[in-house]
């Protein structure tokens, strides 16, 4: 067995990747951020985001949806309540071959009044969304369900659920968590 092959029997036996994606609906934009539906079933879904460097998420709500996101890699800072949850130097571990960083998995519990927010730095990130629906309302991109400032036009445009203001640019740091005294 070649290296190649090792590594891809690792790597399916460690992370389920290939989720349940549907036929429909498995790629949405909001802004350059990119979110790639993993798996839906009645009021359970579950998304993966891909977020460029340099991207604020402002502090926001989602009126109905429970979630539970997953840091699955890259430079990001989460805000919960107002404040960073988990710091750079926490979550920007050095790769080890065929081996998780030990941050790779840190959740943290959104449910549909708490606060929250992201910077992405240098080299972006990639996170998970496990989410359940609620009110009756039927999955569909999380960010389109959404009570905030938004990233942009685009993303107030798109979205369905929600009060929305659209900022301002560009963004910063207290966009993300309003209680951060940093510059």
Request: negative net charge; contains cysteine.
């Amino acid at each position: 067995m070649d290296k190649l092959q090792e590594f891809a029997n690792w790597f399916f036996k460690n992370a389920n990747v290939l989720g349940f994606v549907p036929f429909a609906g498995a790629v949405d934009r909001i802004e350059d951020v990119t979110s790639i539906l993993m798996y839906r079933h009645g009021e359970f879904q579950v998304q993966m985001f891909v977020v460029p460097a340099h991207t604020v998420i402002p502090e926001h709500t989602h009126p109905n949806v429970d979630s539970i996101e997953v840091y699955m890699g890259g430079n990001i800072r989460f805000s919960h309540s107002g404040s960073f949850v988990s710091f750079q130097e926490e979550i920007c571990a050095a790769d080890v071959p065929l081996a998780l960083p030990k941050p790779r998995g840190k959740t943290i519990r959104v449910k549909p009044t708490h606060i929250h927010g992201a910077i992405i730095g240098e080299g972006g990130g990639v996170f998970l969304s496990i989410q359940q629906w609620l009110n009756g309302v039927a999955p569909h991109c999380v960010a389109r369900d959404y009570s905030g400032m938004t990233m942009g036009a685009d993303h107030s445009s798109k979205v369905v659920l929600g009060d929305v203001v659209t900022p301002v640019l560009p963004l910063g740091v207290r966009d993300a968590a309003r209680k951060c005294e940093e510059p």
